[in-house]
């Protein structure tokens, strides 16, 4: 187990640093200061072969070219203050009305014009040990940043595991009552960029999704899974629901989890490479998405193929919207409250 810490750049005349978290077991995880995100993650596959399976690049650059910046994938990146969309903009809490930017359309995205994943994160430390390596990085999110109200302090620890897991762990504080829903916005690819992902497996344990208006924002509604497309709980090759729904996910997922408590969500396998993803959240829901609007222009600079389809996203977090819809769990954080949500990936291959 180790860790590394190399120069990646600077943006706004920051230096920005990348780290990789390495374990005895092939598998390798790369993390950059300007967005906190995860540019890499090799692991072997079934025949020990060693391969990049995540969406990104190699050098800062790659993450500035004018593609990238028109397409706006959010490639490995952390999403906040708010994660999804907020519709129109707005939201109340403590009896005031607030308006933050509208940048998805009608509606506001990801945190806004520069929100999290646009920030230079600070290093809050390392810490290896026998059985796991970790980084811990934080973020001073000013009251009005964004619109958004309250002082915001933030720290996410990513820590990489002998067992293959890489835990992420979000941790924030504020001194006003604000909306706050973080994820990682990191797109795998299980077969390395072979292939688009329409052959992995994937079973889902939900049996509801959120309904999008005509706006793709949820307002409260629900439906029922069983019997569609959308039904993963019981293991299904994703591309057999591109019959019904050939524009395929972007679907948010909420799960019987009230007590926050660490469950088992998702697994995903691909049958080539024996490479098998479980995912573990505290979170009550997560979106799916097999990457509808990503660009087919987009590559490493090692030349593996990015594009339509050709990578997933298991967005765990708190409900999009949230702060609109009633009942929406854990959506505002409060100053006497600690927000405190972990996921998990597991890595394997047989």
């Known amino acids: 187990m180790k860790i590394t810490q190399e120069p990646f750049g600077k943006f706004d005349g920051q230096p920005v640093d990348q780290f990789m978290l390495e374990n005895d077991h092939g598998v390798s995880v790369k993390i950059m200061t300007y967005g906190g995100t995860v540019t890499s993650i090799i692991t072997p596959d079934k025949d020990g072969n060693l391969t990049d399976i995540v969406c990104g690049f190699d050098t800062l650059e790659g993450y500035f070219a004018d593609e990238y910046k028109t397409n706006s994938p959010y490639f490995g990146c952390l ?3 708010y994660a999804a969309r907020i519709k129109d903009g707005k939201f109340k809490v403590d009896d005031q009305e607030h308006q933050v930017a509208t940048n998805d359309g009608p509606n506001h995205l990801h945190g806004g014009i ?12 390392t810490e290896e040990s026998d059985d796991s390596i970790e980084l811990k990085l934080s ?38 009552a604000t909306p706050v ?17 329409l052959d992995h497996v994937l079973q889902l344990f939900s049996d509801r999704i959120l309904v999008p208006d005509e706006t793709n924002v949820p307002a409260g509604q629900e439906e029922m899974v069983s019997g569609t497309a959308a039904d993963f709980n019981q293991p299904k090759r ?16 909420a799960f019987d989890n009230a007590t926050g408590s660490l469950e088992k969500i998702a697994e995903v396998s691909e049958p080539t490479t024996g490479r098998r993803l479980e995912v573990r959240s505290t979170e009550p829901g ?12 987009l590559k490493r600079e090692s030349g593996a193929q990015f594009g339509q389809f050709r990578g997933f996203c298991i967005e765990t977090s708190k409900y999009p919207n949230g702060p609109n819809i009633d009942g929406a769990p854990r959506s505002v954080l409060q100053p006497d409250e600690t927000y405190d ?9 047989a």
């Open 286 to 297: 997560t979106l799916l998405y097999t990457g509808r609007y990503t660009s087919d222009n």
């Open 181 to 197: 829903s973080l994820t990682n916005h990191t797109y795998f690819n299980l077969n390395g960029f072979q292939d688009k992902v």
């Open 139 to 176: 973020l001073a999110s000013k009251d009005g940043e964004e619109s958004f109200p309250g002082n915001l302090n933030v720290v996410v620890t990513y820590r990489l595991t002998s067992d293959n897991e890489l835990q992420i762990n979000y941790r924030a504080k504020t001194d006003k």
């Open 114 to 125: 520069q929100g999290f994943d646009k920030r230079v994160w600070d290093v809050a430390g």
């Open 79 to 81: 999403v906040g203050r």
């Open 341 to 349: 949500e972990t996921t998990v990936y597991r890595f394997s291959w």
């Open 238 to 253: 994703i591309g057999d629901a591109f019959d019904k729904l050939p524009m395929g996910f972007e679907h948010f997922y």
